[in-house]
């Protein structure tokens, strides 16, 4: 008992020094600090779907193409950990702000428990219908074997990847993107190092790619749980469940923008598949490619976002509106910039790009490198969107959030297909996803700036004292 004590004494230690740090040091700073690991994680994992799509193109265009079509479940099963991972994520980093040890500790218990039942309802369904869901997803008859060949590993890698993407959301909230890394980027690392073996030295083919990506999401969640119950972070205690009502319908509000951008993703990737499957297998594989270059663009600017939330979550639940904005604009001036020169380069690049993945494939050459260049350029407006999105949902603004987390996919890139596609062809799946850009931009300009007119106003008025509590 004297025991326990004096280790949730020294955790709480940890926690309120965590917490002066997190309202107190220079705005920049911090967020280049907690933004640098959630970076390296970003870009590992983009690297990994690169060198998965890599290793499987080289087997063939169906091979790729199967690729593509299991993409979309696999933003399936990352909405679910991303909707308990950004819902309890959001709540703990405002209680911890305020000082409330144990309501974080009760949500962190919540979002776990929501996502390793979501990963396993997923992983059940999918293994018992598993053809009707690759044709569901966008298969093909010829893409048929591979995709099943695929998804089978990748569901029942499902609880796991679901739990991993919610532990390293809560792990970040909680200001310890380090332990997040760790976990994250081991898997992805693993990812890469068993892909060639099980595709080419084991001869598995497609289902060596996904038996890697089973093996690395089983180390990567071990790596999170040991994380998340490491000094100074709330551990998922079995004492806290279950969840009461309210715990879920806070998870409900933080992390419904979440599971929208991240589900409206996966159903956008199908209808792509679908609307790219009239003009063959090339055009899946083609778009495939496009979708994971550009998740290796953003992974950069989605990283940076995902520095700034704790910065924003723990200065807003202690009244500091004026770090918050600071660090928000700082945010947004430099994931602006670097988009820039990412998408330059990617404009310039695009036909070299696409043709390391399918050198020997001329349909795939063209498609791809078209509907490359269109994204490239339009690529800098995603910066401020996503930004403002996060914000939202970090503090609480859980409507506005989820219009513009509805926005891109759903607002606007599901009817762009419908309408495009049957008047310019091919060439209304290549500007579907650039337009959608755009629009979205324009829409999150009056959602962001209002709420930020308020704390403005606000700032200095509600700032409360950052005092360690007692309560553990």
Avoid at 123 to 146: N, Q, R
Avoid at 236 to 243: A, E, G, H, Y
Wanted: net charge positive; hydrophobic share 55%.
């Amino acid at each position: 008992m004297t025991s326990n004590s004096t280790r949730r004494r020294a955790s709480r230690a940890v926690i309120d020094e965590k917490l002066v740090r997190m309202t107190t040091a220079p705005v920049r700073g911090l967020v280049v600090r907690m933004a640098l690991p959630t970076i390296a994680i970003m870009l590992i994992s983009a690297m990994y779907n690169m060198a998965d799509t890599y290793f499987v193109s080289t087997l063939g265009t169906t091979a790729a193409a199967a690729v593509g079509v299991s993409f979309s479940l696999m933003a399936l099963i990352q909405a679910f950990g991303f909707f308990f991972g950004q819902g309890a994520g959001n709540y703990i980093s405002r209680q911890f702000g305020a000082g409330n040890v144990d309501n974080a500790a009760r949500m962190a218990a919540a979002g776990f428990a929501g996502a390793v039942g979501c990963g396993t309802l997923v992983a059940v369904a999918g293994l018992l219908w598993l053809e009707p869901l690759a044709l569901f997803l966008g298969s093909t008859p010829t893409i048929l074997p591979e995709a099943t060949a695929y998804l089978r590993y990748i569901l029942l890698g499902a609880p796991f990847m679901a739990s991993a993407f919610a532990l390293n959301t809560m792990l970040r909230f909680q200001g310890s993107a380090n332990f997040a890394m760790i976990g994250m980027t081991t898997g992805a690392v693993l990812n890469v190092i068993l892909d060639p073996i099980f595709i080419f030295v084991l001869g598995m083919g497609v289902s060596g790619a996904s038996l890697a990506t089973l093996i690395s999401q089983m180390v990567g969640f071990s790596l999170l749980m040991i994380g998340s119950a490491w000094k100074g972070n709330v551990p998922i205690r079995l004492s806290n469940l279950p969840p009461a009502r309210g715990d879920y319908w806070e998870i409900v509000r933080g992390g419904f923008p979440s599971l929208c951008r991240q589900g409206l993703m996966a159903v956008a990737v199908m209808r792509l598949n679908k609307v790219a499957g009239q003009f063959g297998d090339a055009a899946i594989a083609a778009m495939s490619i496009v979708q994971r270059v550009f998740w290796f663009a953003g992974a950069a600017m989605i990283g940076w976002g995902q520095g700034f939330q704790p910065v924003c979550g723990f200065n807003f639940g202690a009244g500091k509106y004026k770090r918050v904005r600071e660090a928000f604009w700082f945010c947004i001036g430099s994931s602006t910039a670097v988009l820039v020169v990412l998408g330059a380069l990617a404009c310039i690049f695009a036909r070299e790009i696409v043709t390391t993945f399918r050198p020997d494939d001329p349909d795939v050459i063209a498609i791809g490198t078209v509907a490359l260049r269109f994204q490239s350029v339009l690529l800098p407006t995603a910066g401020y969107a996503t930004l403002n999105n996060m914000m939202l949902q970090t503090i609480g603004r859980a409507g506005r959030a989820t219009i513009l987390a509805l926005a891109r996919q759903g607002l606007f890139m599901l009817p762009l297909l419908f309408v495009l596609t049957p008047r310019i062809g091919i060439l209304g799946v290549q500007l579907a996803q650039p337009l959608a850009d755009v629009l979205t931009f324009l829409l999150s300009l009056p959602l962001g700036l209002g709420v930020l007119r308020n704390m403005e106003r606000d700032a200095g008025r509600n700032e409360v004292s950052v005092v360690p509590t007692d309560d553990v």
